[in-house]
């Protein structure tokens, strides 16, 4: 499955491969391709903010002004159409620079890496639904992985692997539960000689 994304000037992608999403961020002038493994996802959520209302303020004053001069040239033959101009091409400027600079994101935190998203609110229940199956496929690779008991390591690691698995939702408690039965089976069988 894919999941795309359109913000202004700017799109991602998202494409699944066996071992993680293949993310693909294009901007006018730009295009990147990142493969992001699964062991670098997390399930932390964190939403971000950038942007300058400044550049809004700036806008809104300046459009203002060319208002006031444009309604003022009605009455005073001295203001003419250039004189609005001069406060609506730096005002529309201003909104451009606003808009191009305001983002906010969404972002699937892991240790090493993140998945962005491009956040609004009419897409956050897809965002969160293409979150969720992210989730749900590195945890089926991370069981499929490391969901195994492995007779050439010491119990006690692999105690904490299970430990880990069933913490980042990988395993349930009860799969827990039958790995940590097979590791004290292991330890009871084995003898010293």
């Known amino acids: 499955m894919s999941f795309k994304q359109k913000g202004f000037l700017e799109s991602i992608e998202y494409d ?3 071992q993680g999403v293949i993310l693909t961020y294009k901007t006018p002038i730009n295009k990147s391709v990142e493969n992001i493994q699964y062991d670098e996802i997390g399930k932390e959520i964190l939403r971000l903010s950038s942007g300058k209302k400044n550049w809004l303020i700036a806008a809104s004053i300046f459009l203002l002004l060319a208002i006031v001069l444009l309604i003022s040239s009605f009455t005073d033959d001295t203001i003419t159409f250039a004189d609005c101009l001069f406060y609506v091409f730096p005002g ?3 909104l451009f620079v606003f808009l191009y600079t305001k983002k906010e994101k969404v972002y699937l935190m892991g240790e090493k890496k993140s998945l962005p998203f ?22 089926q690779y991370f069981k499929e992985k490391y969901a195994v008991v492995d007779y050439d390591i010491i119990p006690e690691k692999q105690i904490g692997k299970f430990r880990w698995l069933k913490e980042e939702g990988a395993i349930t408690e009860e799969e827990y539960n039958y790995f940590i039965d097979q590791l004290q089976s292991l330890v009871r069988n084995t003898r010293i000689f």
């Open 16 to 18: 699944f491969y066996n």
């Open 92 to 94: 529309i400027a201003c």
């Open 118 to 139: 491009l956040y609004n609110k009419k897409n956050i229940h897809d965002i969160n639904e293409f979150v969720n199956e992210v989730i749900e496929k590195r945890n």
